[in-house]
């Protein structure tokens, strides 16, 4: 079964995100493990390496930079709430280095941090201002591109389109979000475009502890499709059920159960 709805009022709903994710009540019938196909099966047995192994995104998904040896890094996304007296949780956007700045500062006087900005970069994405409390604590401040990523919109500007950057922005998001937590996983990425639309599927996978039959946990595998109308810029999201099953984990080894 497939839901669509409308994201990035979101903050992909998100971060709203949070109310992007399930809440269970319209979880798919759990699929006997005696009865799966060989593809099913695999594919389950992946699902159950991720969320037990912590294993939360695949090989090529998008990873921060480690940061130097004996330092902590805070990375915040500069929100309305934090230049506005606005209750809105979307992610502000500049239109230069120059507006990142008076949002950056305006965002560390919300947030109470007085140590000072010692770098500024533009990445593709962002602009980022590093400021370091002490030598072994950074915080890392973003506002996004207006010209690529407009939150508050739902709309990613970017021109010309390229569908390899807006897959890049769509795990960027997944990966600042509440799923990229333990019981979630991502265990493979795919994209795929035509005249009028691009998109990028996740396929996420999400562990609910005991909730299947005989004290079974429940592995429950959704693809999440990042859908971008190319004339408006705007994005959608459509969330489709794949598989769920019941399964333990030991302290070694996943199972399903019933096999």
Excluded at 13 to 31: E, V, W
Excluded at 157 to 186: C, H, K, M, R
Aim: with cysteine.
């Amino acid at each position: 079964m497939a839901r669509l709805m409308t994201i990035f009022s979101i903050a992909f709903c998100m971060l709203c995100l949070s109310a992007c994710q399930d809440d269970g009540s319209d979880n798919p019938s759990t699929t006997p493990a005696s009865t799966l196909p060989d593809q099913s099966r695999a594919l389950a047995q992946t699902a159950m390496q991720a969320v037990y192994q912590n294993q939360r995104t695949p090989n090529n998904f998008y990873q921060e930079t480690s940061p130097p040896a004996g330092v902590f890094i805070t990375i915040q996304h500069v929100r309305m709430s934090d230049i506005s007296s606005s209750t809105s949780t979307h992610r502000v956007c500049a239109n230069d280095m120059p507006e990142a700045a008076i949002y950056a500062n305006q965002a560390a006087l919300t947030r109470n941090i007085t140590a000072p900005v010692i770098s500024a970069q533009e990445m593709p994405f962002y602009f980022e201002f590093l400021r370091a409390p002490n030598s072994s604590n950074w915080i890392l401040q973003r506002v996004f591109k207006c010209g690529m990523y407009d939150e508050s919109a739902g709309e990613y500007e970017q021109t010309p389109f390229d569908n390899a950057a807006y897959q890049q922005l769509i795990e960027y998001l997944w990966f600042f979000s509440p799923a990229n937590n333990y019981g979630y996983a991502v265990i493979q990425t795919s994209n795929n475009s035509d005249a009028q639309f691009s998109t990028v599927s996740l396929l996420q996978v999400e562990l609910q502890a005991a909730a299947g039959a005989n004290g079974c946990d429940r592995i429950k595998i959704t693809k999440r499709t990042y859908i971008l109308n190319l004339a408006t810029r705007q994005i959608g999201l459509e969330v489709t059920d794949v598989l769920s099953v019941d399964a333990r984990f030991n302290g070694q080894s996943a199972s399903l159960c019933n096999a």
